[in-house]
């Protein structure tokens, strides 16, 4: 639940009677479900609950996409904190580092398009985030959209790396993503020629039935080897090919990071315009 830094316990119950009135009431969202794929029941009744608070908030007893949508930011990905200060550095390197990840959602096709990126440090401790159009619920993942979200994890440690030379250890992450990714690509699901369509085993498992992992492993010194020799490769691959797409639009990340740079968020409209070359000093349209 929200902290209410006013003090007034008065105003605290209004609102919360507000949001047992709303989430009790019949008030039907239409984007509920795409935006919450992947949500458990519990991540629901809190984005749920987050939206309540927003509305009672304004007064109102219905909640608007406006506050899913922010709620959706909240509990996905953490509260902001405008209040956080971040030094000039700091806020340029996060501006590429994003922008890096955000090229990348827009130039691959089965990720993307691109909903918000944002420099405003997360409660979740995150110095910026990207975040896609939420997707739809769909029952497989592609061999090409695993490839590609290893691509777009990579893309903010490459326009560091291009832009200053120098990288930092704000990508960590991202890195976790990616080897995350690609290990289970080899060892669960058969997307390696050289391994096969064998499952390995993941560590998880093993570790959640609390057994020695060197003597659950089904497998030898060689093919673990393997193993990690097949996720280097496929990083490797994903790699040299974000790398390449963002130097391709190396204008796109000078602009868009200037754009962030100078508004700290900005959506999906504006991101697009900087492709078509269309520029607008405008308050746009988000
Ligand atoms: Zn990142």
């Not at 909240?74 to 890096?100: D, F, L, M, N, W």
């Not at 994890?153 to 080897?179: H, N, P, Y």
């Not at 996720?231 to 040299?240: M, N, Q, T």
Request: net charge negative; charged share 30%; with cysteine.
């Amino acid at each position: 639940m929200e902290r209410y830094d006013d003090g007034f316990a008065e105003e605290r119950q209004r609102i919360e009677r507000l949001v047992e009135e709303i989430i009790a009431g019949e008030h039907k969202i239409d984007k509920l479900p795409n935006s919450s794929a992947g949500f458990t029941g519990a991540d629901l009744e809190n984005l749920l609950n987050e939206a309540a608070i927003l509305a009672a908030k304004q007064s109102r007893r219905y909640i608007l996409q406006a506050d899913i949508d922010q709620a959706f930011v909240k509990v996905g990905i953490g509260a902001e904190k405008k209040s956080k200060v971040i030094s000039e550095k700091e806020k340029k390197i996060t501006a590429y580092h994003e922008t890096g990840h955000a090229i990348l959602f827009h130039e691959l096709p089965d990720v993307g398009p691109v909903h918000t990126i944002s420099i405003i440090p997360t409660g979740m401790g995150a110095a910026g985030y990207t975040m896609p159009l939420p997707e739809k619920d769909e029952m497989f993942n592609t061999k090409s959209k695993m490839l590609e979200t290893i691509m777009v994890s990579l893309g903010g440690r490459i326009a560091e790396e291009i832009i200053f030379g120098d990288v930092t250890t704000g990508a960590s992450q991202d890195i976790k993503q990616a080897s995350a990714i690609a290990r289970a690509m080899v060892t669960q699901y058969g997307m390696s020629e050289k391994l096969g369509m064998i499952n390995y085993g993941s560590d998880d498992d093993e570790v959640f039935i609390g057994r020695d992992l060197a003597h659950t492993r089904s497998y030898g010194e060689r093919v673990a080897s393997d193993i990690d020799s097949e996720v280097k490769r496929i990083i490797d691959e994903c790699y040299a090919k974000a790398k390449q797409i963002i130097l391709e639009h190396e204008d796109i990340l000078h602009k868009c990071s200037a754009l962030l740079i100078e508004k700290e968020k900005i959506g999906q409209a504006e991101f697009d315009r900087l492709f078509t070359g269309a520029e607008e000093k405008s308050a746009a349209t988000e």
